[in-house]
């Protein structure tokens, strides 16, 4: 009998390191079949779990029912699992460099948890090489194992996309690997019981890992592409969003949007690709151009509207800016690497007064990770109003909501694209 036949039979638990968008979701939904046995590092939100909270605010209580799941911060308890996934955060630092600190202490953790005959499974997005060249090293030199003698490893890349409450972990394909035959066929087994819509083996832990990192490289490219052409329609004072949909009746045409590219995923992953790209003594010119192009794209903004209220005779250090919205995208509470904040800092540094609100932002997250203090209610009249983000809850509004907010004189910057019906209404900019 081997490991999978074991944790199908519950004579063996599976294992999840990090409890965060992408680890509680897979717990859970191996909790329905096997027992697993959670962990995170932050007591704080393992006692949230254990009262069926989800501290990331994307899954409800009705998640944590019927769920044979044990939460817990011991490495104690995680030694009692034979298969551990590690699925932990792989941000970037201030220099866009891969930050690896999360991946190494999993590592770590893993080492500690093992024993002969155990496999490990990596989630977290990396550069291709990474899970064998870096993970594995620490693992042996903490456990006292040897790779592929005492244990097995394996990559399976995340797929789950914050706030999609249609592509989930189920409904989409799931990709796996192993470092061996036997191994990649054991790990396939497994996952394939959690993921109806089936499973791709790739042929080596790199490719799956390449296959990871192009996935977002090919949306940050595409929609570098799309900021590119906004900047110049800008330029021709045509909207972007009209172009788009025009060029969108042809049945070939790609539809992307301009925007600000933030988050843990598109506006990371393609850093991991040309680092280790440089490495290797290449310099990946397309990649990198379209990362320049997004990550310039809050300093875009911010220019352009400074423009536009100098042109209206006002006084910039006299200027109040609404900012709506600074999660990373709509209807998620995320803000890791959000470009709202960026654009934010951008306006401040011209001396302008900008307030923001996010109705589902965490204040003190924000507080904490940005400086920036949220309010609860617009307090006009405003200069300008940016719509940084499309949530839900703004869709509805109406012409007469921003023109009580605004000064009549004052510029609606609608960076979605939401309200392009209004155009008409205000003293109107978008991409």
Known sequence: MNISDKL???????????????????????????????????????????????????????????????????????????????????????NNLPDLSFITSASEIAGKAIKKGDYVVFESTVFPGATE??????????????FKVDFKIGYSPERINPGDKLHTLSSVVKITSGCDEESAGIIAKVYATVVKAGIHSAPSIKVAEAAKIIENTQRDL???????????????????FDVLEAAGTKWNFLKFFPGLVGGHCIGVDPYYLTFKAHELGHFAQVITSGR??????????????????????????????????????????DIRNSKVADLVAELQSYGIK?????????????????????????????DSIILAVAHNSYASLQETYFKNLM?????????????????????????
């Open 222 to 240: 595409n929609i570098a592409l799309m900021n590119e052409l906004s900047i110049i329609f800008h330029k021709m004072e045509i909207n972007t």
């Open 133 to 146: 060249e870096i993970c594995v090293p620490i693992i042996e030199k903490v456990s006292g194992l040897k």
């Open 354 to 382: 900008v307030d923001v609100i996010d109705p589902v932002a965490d204040s003190e997250e924000v507080k904490h990770e940005y400086g920036i203090d949220l309010i609860k209610t617009p307090e006009g009249k405003y």
């Open 8 to 94: 199908f039979s519950k004579q063996e638990k599976l294992s999840v390191i990090g409890l965060g968008y992408v680890g509680l979701p897979i717990a859970l939904e191996f909790a329905k079949k096997i027992s697993v046995i959670g962990f995170d590092i932050s007591p704080k939100r393992i006692e949230l779990m254990k009262s069926g909270i989800d501290p990331s605010n994307e899954l409800d209580q009705a998640a944590f029912k019927n769920s044979d799941i044990l939460f817990t911060s011991s490495i104690e308890d995680l030694k009692k699992a034979s298969f551990h996934i590690v699925a932990v955060p792989t941000p970037i630092d201030k």
């Open 292 to 333: 320049a192009v997004n990550d310039g794209m809050s300093k875009f903004i911010a220019n352009e509207l400074v423009k536009g209220i100098i042109k209206t005779g006002k006084n910039l250090l006299k200027s109040k800016i609404l900012v709506m919205g600074l999660t990373f995208k709509e209807n998620v509470s």
């Open 407 to 431: 000064d009549e004189r004052g510029i609606f910057f609608d960076v979605k694209g939401l309200f392009r019906s209004f155009s008409d209404k205000f003293n109107y900019m978008s991409l």
